[in-house]
Structure formats: structure tokens, C-alpha cells
């Protein structure tokens, strides 16, 4: 069965940084793309950064140059490191598998930028 369970979120000042990380299983981990995706309040579900299994990354334009993905296969993780973060990154964060899909499998970590 597949799980991510995903982690780190929390209250943080404009500006500020936070580290999510997202841990996988129930599926061969290292040959899948895995991608974070958010769903803002009264928004949709939105992919902002996908990773390939050989380390490439992809950003959406907003979060470009502010956030990293990065995954280590050895462990079944990915990680998202925010910063700089804007009040307009507030939102539900999610892990999915593949590239940049919406589809995500786990309940998510919040993430709230407010002073």
C-alpha cells in the first residue's frame, strides 16, 4: 500500500524558513518523480516543485530561487526547504507521486506565514 506522511509545517513570520519532509513507502521509491503540492484557503490543488528519480528538480515560477526540493532514495524522502516565505505561501502542503502531478496521497502539513 502506498503512504507518505508528511511533516514540518507550522506558524512562521514573513520572511521566515521551514523544512517539510515527506516519507514514502509501499512502492519502489527510487524510480518514482515525487512532487509537493499546496492547496492555499478557497484555492485548488497546485504542484509547485517535483524532483526525478535522478535528482532533477522542477519549480513553479512563484516558489523559484525561495524554495529547494531535494530527496534521498536511501531513506524514502523527500524534503521541501521553504524560505523567504510570503504570506501567500499559506497553505495545506502535500507529497504526491510523479511529475508535477495534483494528486496527492497523504493528509498534508500546514503551513501559515503570518506576523
Known amino acids: 500500500e502506498v503512504q507518505v506522511v508528511e511533516s514540518g509545517g507550522g506558524l512562521v513570520q514573513p520572511g521566515g524558513s521551514l523544512r517539510l519532509s515527506c516519507a514514502a513507502s509501499?512502492?519502489?521509491?527510487?524510480?518514482?518523480?515525487m512532487t509537493w503540492v499546496r492547496q492555499a484557503p478557497g484555492a485548488g490543488l497546485a504542484s509547485i516543485s517535483s524532483?526525478?528519480?535522478?535528482?532533477?528538480?522542477w519549480y513553479e515560477d512563484s516558489v523559484k530561487g525561495r524554495f529547494t526540493i531535494t530527496r534521498d532514495n536511501s531513506k524514502n524522502m523527500v524534503y521541501l526547504e521553504l524560505n523567504s516565505l510570503k504570506t501567500e505561501d499559506t497553505a495545506m502542503y502535500y507529497c504526491?507521486?510523479?511529475?508535477?502531478?495534483?494528486?496527492?496521497r497523504g493528509r498534508g502539513t500546514q503551513v501559515t506565514v503570518s506576523s
Open positions: 524532483i526525478a528519480p535522478n535528482h532533477i528538480p
Open positions: 509501499g512502492f519502489p521509491f527510487s524510480h518514482y518523480s
Open positions: 504526491a507521486l510523479g511529475y508535477r502531478t495534483t494528486d496527492p
